[in-house]
């Protein structure tokens, strides 16, 4: 018989059990449901109803099975009582727990933009399949770089650069196999994992089959874009028995298609291992280089044809090496460009030129303009042509100065125009178009450019007395560059026959190369510099090695 006491023990744990905020059911012997608090039957009737078998089985252990849309923790006990068993199970509601960690999984292995396998997955997966090798498991690792990437990305937008990103991963996902995978791990570069593969030959088609789709348009937001790749490729084991060596070789082999025709395919060769190696020799030297600040200038300066007289010098970076010898940036320019290396060199000739500015006044006059090189990747780079500009306008000569920067920078349509010219105008440093004629050549862009000078690179100049179709470009250059406002530069003038030409068949002025002088050295300038040299004509010289010294030329 129950007593008021006994009734509200039982009133106060069924308000208890409903109360729980985790969900409590109890099953008889036979499966059936008895006792299901709230927060259980709020799970449905799944939850309530199906108990996972699992959970019966180790009771100690808790479940996480999926019911409906919840994701359940479920944990049973037995229950007994004097003459019958219970099973008593707990059910945890751990869908938002569990919504996160899957979250946090596709952030430590998924690549966000493309839904990719991110690099950490790739490199999990190679090492799994390299412990699972047998004797006669063979697969390829290829490296893949889109060409160009960032030139498209700054001339079309970012959100179109994205896109591309996308869509390249798609095309080359629909010609892989299910047992394939690829993998972004940062910026424009793939890595791809074919496996199996039967031998060199036929895995090389393969990838260069997806290099042919890789060219063919893409079609983003009404623009149609021409994009390539290039690829690397290592085979298992016959060129790494390690994920980080199998990788290394084929990033080895796609710098090698890198440095000929991109938008090719190479293998991966043992004579890549040693440039390899002599790439990274250049590398630190180089780095060391800019700890020292073992950088100088050369100077060349731009003559005026008809009197002789030193317009302007052009600022050319040397590296003089830990032995003493002089290197052209042709042995490094490019490497330091790839290694992000330039933007501190840059700084640096720009403070060495300043320091020679002295010099540079003493031997060709205080009024010549000074050219120095910005890459075309500096050019789209704000932060540091803003640092760039800052302290060449601290200098207090910016007007004296005109930077000389290639098509490739006039091309791109974005940042450069917006934000890097205005900054440059404010200063009053002057631009120059640089090698034009060999890069893009874009007179929609030419136009918009309101540059001060227009150097036509020496392709168009060499034997051009010889050349009558050249001759019919380069008066067009000429007047283009004329109407445009801009003052017109030959480039690597180097015969007598060539000045002859230009002084009698265009109106170009200027003239930069050999013939007048190589790049020198200031201490070289400064020992045959003789202020008091008249100019002379021209005497004829064919093409040779025995230059004119600065003597030969006039004071501004």
Known sequence: ??????????????????????????????????????????????????????????????????????????????????????????????????????????????????????????????????ATAGPDDRFAVAFIDLDNFKHINDYYSHAAGDALLRKVSDRIRGALRPSDMLARIGGDEFVLLLHPVVD?????????????????????????????????????????????????????????????????????????????????????????????????????PKVDMRTHAVTGVEVLLRWRDELGVIQAPGDFIGLAIELGLINEITLQVLSETVRTMPDIDDVFGPHVTVSLNIAAKQACDVPFMSAFCD?????????????????????????????????????????????????????????????????IDRSFITDIDKRPRSQIVLKAIESLGMALGMSVVAEGVETFEEVAYLLGATQIRCAQGYYYAKPLLIEQIRQGDARTAVPRAPVAHSRTSDFRSPSSLRRA
């Open 391 to 455: 302290a060449l306008g601290a200098t207090g000569m910016a007007k004296r100065f005109v930077l000389e920067l290639t098509e490739e920078a006039f091309f791109t349509k974005g940042r450069f125009q917006r934000e890097v010219l205005p900054r440059i105008r404010a200063i009053g440093a002057r631009v120059s178009i640089d090698d034009f004629g060999v890069g893009y050549s874009s007179l929609a862009a030419l136009a918009e450019i309101t540059a001060d000078e227009l150097k």
């Open 200 to 300: 060199r030959d036929a895995t090389l088609a393969a990838v260069q089959d997806i290099s042919k789709r890789l060219k063919q348009p893409f079609f983003i937001d009404d623009h149609e874009i021409f994009a390539s790749a290039s690829m690397g490729l290592s085979l298992f084991p016959d060129h790494g028995t390690t994920y980080e060596v199998l990788r290394r070789q084929a990033d080895n082999a796609m710098y090698r298609v890198k440095g000929g025709v991109k938008g090719g395919v190479s293998v991966f060769e043992e004579t890549m291992s040693h440039a390899a190696t002599a790439r990274m020799a250049v590398e630190q030297r180089l780095r060391l280089a800019i700890r020292d600040r073992c950088f100088c200038c050369a100077f060349q």
């Open 1 to 130: 018989m129950s007593t008021p006491a006994s009734r509200h023990r039982q009133s106060l744990l069924e308000a208890a059990l409903q109360a729980l905020p985790v969900g409590v059911v109890v099953h008889d012997e036979q499966g059936l449901c008895i006792l299901a608090n709230t927060a259980a039957r709020a799970l449905g009737p799944r939850a309530v109803n199906d108990l996972p078998a699992s959970a019966l089985e180790n009771p100690a252990v808790a479940v996480v099975t999926a019911i409906g849309e919840h994701v359940i923790e479920a944990q049973a006990s037995t229950v007994v009582t004097e003459s019958d068993f219970y099973t008593l199970t707990t059910l945890t509601d751990v869908t938002h727990h569990h919504a996160i960690q899957r979250d946090l999984i596709a952030r430590a292995f998924i690549d966000a933009l493309t839904g990719l396998p991110n690099r950490t997955m790739f490199e999990q997966s190679i090492e799994d399949l390299i």
